[in-house]
């Protein structure tokens, strides 16, 4: 197996949406549906973040 450690510049964990839910005041007792424009944007981090550590296409 070879593995490739990459150093990103970019964070691609779930900050991002961590910080809209903190952001927005968000309660998970409470919940109010997340826009689909966080939903996407966290989507594609995560995609981005497979590509750069796989090589591979999502």
Known sequence: MNIKLVILGKSFDKQY????????????ENP???P???ID???NKYIEAY???TGNKF
């Open 17 to 28: 949406l961590r910080d809209w839910l903190k952001g927005t005041g968000w309660n998970a």
């Open 41 to 43: 944007t966290t989507r």
């Open 51 to 53: 590509e750069k550590i």
């Open 32 to 34: 109010t549906p997340i």
């Open 36 to 38: 689909q424009s966080v």
